[in-house]
């Protein structure tokens, strides 16, 4: 476990409409990794919102949406033990973490790892799948602007 990011912090997940949600409610699609500039992701993009720059950073990610059609609509708040603590149901070995990058002071990424290898884009691995639905689940559905 990273102990950078503590159990008790609460992480943002900026949302965007309507690629982020079905039939009206958050999405497992909300947690999908995609490439980027030909770079696949390793890791679901966060904001650790007890830091100072929150604010700042969320109004920066906000703008920069992945699909042309998507528009920001707020963002769901995930809890660092809950998330650390879903259990996948997998008989192979999982490991998940919760990582700052260093590209923004308050943001981090989600990683999932299967038998030791991190989950990127493009991954259609029942335990990945079964991650995003949990995630999903974690959020209540709940949307702050």
Do not use: W
Not at 30 to 40: C, D, E, H, R, S
Not at 84 to 89: A, E, F, H, K, V
Not at 114 to 120: A, F, L, N
Request: aromatic share 8%; net charge positive.
């Amino acid at each position: 476990m990273n102990e950078d990011i503590k159990n008790t912090e609460t992480l943002a997940r900026v949302l965007f409409s309507p690629s982020f949600f079905y039939d009206g409610r958050i999405s497992p699609t909300a947690f999908n990794l995609v490439v980027i500039k030909g770079i696949p992701e390793t890791g679901i993009s966060v904001l650790r919102t007890d830091q100072k720059q929150f604010k700042k950073n969320l109004d920066f990610v906000a703008t920069h949406p992945r699909l042309e059609e998507d528009s920001y609509c707020g963002y769901t708040k995930l809890n660092a033990e809950a998330i650390r603590s879903i259990d996948l149901g997998s008989e192979k070995n999982t490991e998940i973490n919760i990582i700052k990058t260093g590209r923004m002071k308050s943001h981090a990424e989600i990683t999932l790892e299967i038998e030791g290898t991190k989950v990127k884009a493009g991954d259609d691995s029942l335990e990945f799948k079964t991650f995003r639905k949990e995630l999903a689940k974690l959020s209540k559905n709940k949307i702050f602007k």
